[in-house]
């Protein structure tokens, strides 16, 4: 299928945007030159289409941070990495909660509290979960990102108020053993489904730039859409000294841009949340997120790495014409 004939398709949305089938979308991870930006047009114009003209902010809270058990190739906090990450226990409520009062003046509806490690202490469930009751009372949605849960917890998060659960996937199930070996894809899946069957909203994506190839990327496209997930947080992999994966290059901005495209048009319905690196990767390039598809941003700092001040970003937002 060429492009001229996804922007026929396009025309009439329905099932037929919804029904892009995997041969389709590595036919368009190969455009280049002007093709490449006839597919921002149209990813655009499914974004307007099925999202509207509003970005969803959100914001982060490094909770407790290093010391991870974990060996994920691409991760600072990782015991197996040599790096200077800060290594410090989980923080008292009043951290969390100040760093949520200014995500929220900074324009964030939702704030998501993270932790380092395979999973939380049983002794710190109990002090997550008032930090989620009292951002909450915030008027802001609480998110969490605590690793591989089991239901028992998960339930204990959201009668605390809990919204949206975040687990990324990474990457494609084929290539996630390249990149982790203490944890499998397969429990990722358990503790997404888990934390759905629940009633929570669903946040999962993933790292781009690991080494892995455009069918990885497709095929965890169509894994996330099969689960029926809520919004899909794209990081682009910025390189820490001291991790397995320090040498790796950024991507290209175009190849960066081009990633969101085609997730808007595999996922039409879903938030395309753009996080960790996009500075570093996208440069100059930077607004054209929207324009390849995107709605949703995280802003200020990330895990292990510096975001941009929010201001800009507010400020972005505004000059492409879009609102809060």
Not at 156 to 178: I, K, M, P, V, W
Not at 212 to 240: C, H, K, Q, Y
Not at 253 to 269: C, G, N, S, T
Request: glycine share 8%; hydrophobic share 40%; aromatic share 8%.
């Amino acid at each position: 299928m060429h492009l001229t004939e996804f922007n026929i398709q396009s025309q009439r949305f329905g099932t037929k945007i919804n029904n892009i089938d995997k041969e389709s979308a590595l036919y368009l991870a190969g455009l280049s030159n002007s093709q490449v930006f006839e597919l921002f047009a149209l990813s655009n114009r499914i974004r307007t289409d099925f999202r509207g003209n509003k970005v969803d902010l959100c914001s982060i809270v490094n909770a407790k941070s290093g010391a991870c058990p974990e060996d994920c190739s691409f991760c600072a906090q990782s015991v197996y990495s040599s790096t200077e990450t800060e290594i410090y226990p989980l923080l008292d409520k009043d951290k969390i909660l100040g760093a949520a009062e200014s995500a929220k003046e900074n324009g964030a509806k939702r704030f998501c509290v993270v932790t380092s490690g395979k999973k939380p202490f049983d002794a710190e469930i109990s002090d997550i979960c008032n930090f989620i009751s009292d951002i909450s009372k915030l008027g802001l949605f609480p998110c969490a990102t605590l690793g591989l849960l089991d239901n028992k917890v998960l339930k204990q998060l959201r009668d605390a108020g809990l919204h949206r659960y975040h687990h990324n996937l990474e990457t494609s199930e084929a290539f996630f053993r390249e990149i982790c070996t203490t944890h499998t894809y397969r429990e990722k899946i358990k503790t997404i489904n888990s934390a759905k069957s629940l009633g929570l909203s669903i946040c999962s994506g993933g790292i781009f730039g690991l080494g892995e190839s455009w069918e990885d990327r497709i095929d965890m496209a169509f894994a996330l859409r099969e689960i029926g997930v809520d919004s899909i947080p794209i990081n682009f992999f910025t390189p820490i000294r001291g991790t397995p994966l320090g040498d790796k290059n950024l991507l290209n901005p175009l190849e960066a841009l081009k990633i969101i495209a085609i997730y808007r048009l595999i996922l039409p319905q879903c938030e395309i949340r753009i996080c960790g690196g996009r500075a570093a990767t996208l440069r100059e390039l930077h607004s054209y997120v929207f324009i390849a598809g995107a709605d949703s941003l995280l802003i200020g700092n990330y895990l292990t790495t510096p975001g941009r001040n929010p201001r800009d970003d507010l400020q972005m937002i505004k000059d492409m014409g879009l609102e809060l």
